[in-house]
């Protein structure tokens, strides 16, 4: 494989993360919107510690573990960032 090869194998990964990622917001805004009706408070410290673990526990290689548990954390906080949003409103 070349490298416009492998660039391109990224390319349609990324096109089925993005669909994954939109699906996962799709649920956190019904979540934001639970949370909005019930006074609830956006973190969840022991779920996301539950969803770390777990994906921890997931990633086969474990030379990617860090940065996969690093990219969850991320998701995590934007996820977080997205519901202070919403709730705001
Ligand atoms: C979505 C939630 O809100 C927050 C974001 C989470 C997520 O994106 O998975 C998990 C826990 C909370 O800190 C939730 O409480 O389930």
């Not at 022991?46 to 991320?74: C, G, M």
């Not at 998701?75 to 997205?82: D, G, Q, T």
Request: aromatic letters at 4%.
């Amino acid at each position: 494989m070349n490298l416009d090869d492998i660039r391109s194998d990224i390319d349609t990964l990324d096109a089925q993360l993005v669909q994954l990622l939109e699906a996962r917001m799709t649920l956190v805004s019904q979540v934001a919107t639970f949370k909005k009706m019930t006074g609830g408070r956006v973190l969840d410290n022991s779920r996301e510690l539950v969803i770390l673990d777990r994906v921890a526990s997931q990633v086969e290689n474990l030379d990617y573990a860090e940065t996969v548990v690093n990219t969850f954390k991320d998701i995590l906080k934007n996820s977080r960032a997205y519901q202070e949003k919403v709730l705001k409103k």
